[in-house]
Nanobody, 126 residues
Framework: VQLQASGGGLAQPGGSLRLSCAAS????????MGWFRQAAGKEREFVAG???????SYSDSVKGRFIIDRDFAKDTVSLQMGRLKPEDTAVYYC?????????????????????WGQGTQVTVSS
């Protein structure tokens, strides 16, 4: 499965952006999905994840501000980001892994994801 992330850009503090991740050369069917981010000089960190059955999980830093969702018809996963802060500035990556029998599990470790998108830059600045 190849992943294509889009939707990054520049936003003002308090603003919103929506990221999207689409599959090419395959499908997200049966896959759990995750969004990670990496700020300059920092390690990549988990942001949000969604299980194949629709369960979600968020990092404490984005809980209540970001929403992860998937569109089965379009075979896409999105990350709606609201009330953005300068510390949300980072390159955002979508990731996918086959859920196997763990259809309700949200995977928050990057080591468990074999498929990654190319990353999209999000900059929050006034």
């Amino acid at each position: 499965v190849q992943l294509q992330a889009s939707g990054g850009g520049l936003a003002q503090p308090g603003g919103s952006l929506r990221l999207s991740c689409a599959a090419s050369g395959g499908t997200f069917s049966g896959h759990a999905m995750g969004w990670f981010r990496q700020a300059a000089g920092k390690e990549r960190e988990f942001v949000a994840g969604i299980s194949w059955s629709g369960g979600v999980s968020y990092s404490d830093s984005v809980k209540g501000r970001f929403i992860i969702d998937r569109d089965f018809a379009k075979d896409t996963v999105s990350l709606q980001m609201g009330r953005l802060k300068p510390e949300d500035t980072a390159v955002y990556y979508c990731a996918a892994r086959n859920s196997g029998f763990r259809t309700s599990h949200v995977f928050d470790s990057e080591r468990t994801y074999p498929y990654w998108g190319q990353g999209t830059q999000v900059t929050v600045s006034s």
